[in-house]
Antibody, heavy 116, light 109 residues
Framework: EVQLVQSGAEVKKPGATVKISCKVSGYTFTDYYMHWVQQAPGKGLEWLGL????????IYAEKFQGRLTITADTSTDTAYMELSSLRSEDTAVYYCAKDANGLDYWGQGTLVTVSS | DIQMTQSPSSLSASVGDRVTITCRASQSISSHLNWYQQKPGKAPNLLIN???TLQSGVPSRFSGSGSGTDFILTISSLQPEDFATYFC???????????FGGGTKVEIK
């Protein structure tokens, strides 16, 4: 059974950095891109970026360039998303999702709240 | 960047109605278009990929069509469990830099 299990909710102050993990099981981690998607409260889905776990290659959405780092640890089958210089508008649920010509499996989501 | 325009942003319909949701890309994306359903508090669920391929376990009342810039998601006979928000998403580039449509909330009339 394919599973993507994310780390728990976070509360951060403006200017801080958050790092979320996404541990996968049930498939070969290095065979598929892993994407990260943001969903602000009551809003739509926004793509943050992806990592190729086999090559370590990353691509980031232009909006998040410079603040976003996505990595993959093949020794633990875990992907990470780190977002720095947090501001109130980064308050959102963050999802990891496996790409098999469509995002066919998703993590449960991690709520990040940015508040002073 | 490829922009995705989804319409309508919301609609009210009754059980048994036929529902169509459209998605337009700012440039041709061939058939690199996926549809998702999302219910409150849950992650999105992939319904259709490659514009028209129904995912395993998705009821046959869902169908997708289109290519190039214009795409349609059709629910042939709306069921109570179909009240949700639907998103389109393009993945034209390689590696895929994704863009989502704004979403369509399907509500009970």
């Amino acid at each position: 059974e394919v599973q993507l299990v994310q780390s728990g909710a976070e509360v951060k102050k403006p200017g801080a950095t958050v790092k979320i993990s996404c541990k996968v099981s049930g498939y070969t981690f290095t065979d598929y891109y892993m994407h990260w998607v943001q969903q602000a409260p009551g809003k739509g889905l926004e793509w943050l970026g992806l990592v190729d776990p086999e090559e370590g290659e990353t691509i980031y959405a232009e909006k998040f360039q410079g603040r976003l780092t996505i990595t993959a640890d093949t020794s633990t089958d875990t992907a990470y998303m780190e977002l720095s210089s947090l501001r109130s508008e980064d308050t959102a649920v963050y999802y990891c999702a496996k790409d098999a010509n469509g995002l066919d499996y998703w993590g449960q989501g991690t709520l990040v709240t940015v508040s002073s | 960047d490829i922009q995705m325009t989804q319409s309508p942003s919301s609609l009210s319909a009754s059980v048994g109605d036929r529902v169509t949701i459209t998605c337009r890309a700012s440039q041709s994306i061939s058939s690199h278009l996926n549809w998702y359903q999302q219910k409150p508090g849950k992650a999105p669920n992939l319904l259709i990929n490659a514009a028209s391929t129904l995912q395993s376990g998705v009821p046959s009342r869902f169908s997708g069509s289109g290519s190039g810039t214009d795409f349609i998601l059709t629910i042939s006979s709306l069921q109570p469990e179909d009240f949700a928000t639907y998103f389109c998403q393009q993945s034209y580039s390689n590696p895929p830099e994704l863009t989502f449509g704004g979403g369509t909330k399907v509500e009970i009339k």
